[in-house]
């Protein structure tokens, strides 16, 4: 009895082990994609420590493209007629 009791412990813990080690390796992301990179952003008008940001290079290229077109989205929504005080 003691030794099944040992034979399916062994089996439980072999098992998960030998699955991962069979799986293929996946293709690393190049180091530069996966590296984050911080900056400290000031508020103008503060003299309080920054805010410390933490991003990777597609984050940050992600957050700029964001950042445009909320911009341009502003910008297209100005009127077009200007008021008679202008």
């Not at 399916?8 to 293709?27: L, N, R, S, T, W």
């Not at 992600?62 to 341009?72: G, I, M, P, S």
């Amino acid at each position: 009895m003691i030794i099944r009791s040992f034979m399916a412990a062994v089996a439980v813990i072999a098992i998960p082990i030998a699955v991962v080690g069979a799986q293929p390796q996946q293709p690393r992301k190049s180091e530069h994609s996966t590296k984050k990179v911080c900056d400290v952003a000031q508020p103008t008008g503060s003299r309080l420590g920054g805010i410390r940001r933490c991003r990777t290079a597609a984050e940050r290229e992600e957050h700029k493209a964001e950042a445009r077109q909320v911009v341009d989205r502003i910008q297209m929504m100005k009127p077009t007629l200007c008021p008679p005080n202008c």
